[in-house]
């Protein structure tokens, strides 16, 4: 069945240093896919997304991956500082007739000073 | 952007009981969703609300237990009923991306503790 899951349930990382978080989904025919950064207390807060026919896209700071190949998901953050702590998630469209969204099981992302 | 909010945006009740979560958006949005997210855990769909149809809900979750009202483009609620304590999660709302509609933006969500 379709499910979206990460490998990592926590990271920390020094703070300034670059991070990683990882994402894997099974439904090949998901051509939509969004990262979120959801912070203690808070709903889940739009970072970033990208399509199916695109490899890579660019925000502030942040970069996401997409291998369709091997269908996995990647977010990199640059430079982290202690306001980018929280739990991520990555979500994929499926487009059941509609509009779905599928969530990961999330990272919790930890800056240490 | 849109301003998404919800109440309350927590309580505590009793078992048996019923609460009724609002959310409200200050621009007019055709598709609204609910979501539940169980401690620790990730964010789960219950149903999907469009503004003068029924809900659709998503496998598991039942219009009995969970009834949406759609009134107006710019407000739903969704009232958890005959709770028990594993009804305790985060119950957020979301609203489709304005000009993009592939996107999912989210309220504060209502953190509801089931005694």
């Known amino acids: 069945g379709e499910s979206v899951g990460l490998h990592l349930p926590t990271l920390s990382v020094q703070e300034g240093d670059n991070s990683i978080i990882n994402c894997a989904y099974s439904?090949?025919?998901?051509?939509?896919f969004i990262w979120y950064k959801q912070e203690s207390g808070k709903g889940p807060q739009f970072i970033i997304d990208?399509?199916?026919?695109?490899d890579k896209r660019q925000g502030q700071r942040v970069t996401v991956l997409l291998n369709k190949t091997v269908k996995h998901l990647s977010l990199q953050i640059a430079a982290t500082q202690p306001g980018d702590s929280a739990v991520y998630f990555c979500a994929e469209n499926t487009y059941q007739g509609a509009q779905k969204l599928v969530f990961g099981q999330g990272t919790r992302l930890t800056i240490n000073p | 952007s849109a301003v998404i909010s919800q109440k309350p945006s927590r309580d505590i009740c009793q078992r048996g009981t019923s609460l009724t979560i609002q959310c409200q958006v200050d621009s007019q949005v055709t598709m609204m969703f609910w979501y539940r997210q169980q401690p620790g855990q990730s964010l789960t769909l219950i149903a999907t609300?469009?503004?003068?149809?029924?809900?659709?809900?998503e496998s598991g979750f039942v219009i009995d237990k969970f009834p949406i009202s759609r009134p107006n483009l710019t407000f739903s609620t969704l009232t958890v009923s005959n709770m028990s304590p594993e009804d305790s999660s985060i119950y957020l709302c979301?609203?489709?991306?304005?000009?993009?509609?592939?996107?999912?933006?989210f309220g504060p969500g209502t953190r509801l503790t089931v005694l």
């Open positions: 609300a469009n503004q003068g149809s029924e809900a659709t809900y």
């Open positions: 990208i399509r199916s026919n695109m």
């Open positions: 979301s609203v489709e991306g304005w000009g993009r509609t592939d996107t999912q933006y």
């Open positions: 439904n090949s025919a998901s051509d939509y």
